[in-house]
């Protein structure tokens, strides 16, 4: 079955740092592009940031100013979401998604999210 | 970077016909693919519709994807609704190396 997993969510302090996981499994992980989504309570989805099958091309959002870091260890199945300076409004569902490529542009397989909540 | 711009929320009854639209802000929206995700409570996204108005295998042909060049806009049709189609939708496109959602649409079916 193809599933991505997501982990290392959490409760923590403002300024704080985080790295998340996403281990996936059932497909050939090297072969994919990834991404990082997040959703705040009650509120939509926010694309976070990008990377290529081998690692060598990243994309963020804007917003995100330079505090978080994507990365992906092939062999090991995992995608990374490395955060810093955490602010009280990242707090969300964070979830990894599987893209798509080739002329299908779409995510097709997203994990069932890890919260984090970052609070003084 | 552009936005995309939904309405907040939609309702009809059952049986009925409604389109949600997704207009972006600057550039063609013919410009990059537009994908729409549907998102039932307490569940993660799902595509209902990708490269702007192609069918996921198994997602059901009521539901159908547009584009608008003249007002900018995508749209989301979904025929012959059903309690199922109760969910918040997401339009999604592209610009170069920035990906963004729309800020979804509530969908009530009652």
């Known amino acids: 079955e193809v599933q991505l997993v997501e982990s290392g969510g959490g409760l923590l302090q403002p300024g704080g740092s985080l790295r998340l996981s996403c281990e996936a499994s059932?497909?050939?992980?090297?072969?994919?592009?990834m991404h990082w989504i997040r959703q705040a309570p009650g509120k939509g989805l926010e694309w976070l940031s990008y990377?290529?099958?081998?690692?060598?091309?990243?994309y963020y959002a804007d917003s995100l100013q330079g505090r978080f870091t994507i990365s992906r260890d092939n062999a090991k199945k995992s995608l990374y979401l490395q955060m810093n300076r955490l602010r009280v409004e990242d707090t969300a569902l964070y979830y990894c998604?599987?893209?798509?490529?080739?002329?299908?542009?779409?995510?097709?397989?997203w994990g069932r999210g890890t919260t984090v909540i970052v609070s003084s | 970077n552009f936005v995309l711009t939904q309405p907040h929320s939609v309702s009809e009854p059952p049986g009925k016909t409604v389109t949600i639209s997704c207009t972006r802000s600057s550039g063609s929206i013919a410009s990059n693919y537009v994908q729409w995700y549907q998102q039932r409570p307490g569940t993660s996204p799902t595509t209902v519709i990708y490269v702007d108005d192609l069918r996921p295998s198994g997602v059901p042909d009521r539901f159908s994807g547009s584009i608008d060049y003249s007002s900018k806009s995508a749209s989301l049709t979904i025929s012959g609704l059903t309690t199922e189609d109760e969910a918040d939708y997401y339009c999604q496109s592209y610009d170069g190396t920035s990906w963004v959602f729309g800020g979804g649409t509530k969908l009530t079916v009652l």
């Open positions: 998604a599987r893209f798509l490529g080739a002329g299908l542009h779409y995510l097709d397989v």
């Open positions: 990377i290529s099958g081998g690692g060598d091309t990243i």
């Open positions: 059932g497909f050939s992980f090297r072969n994919y592009e």
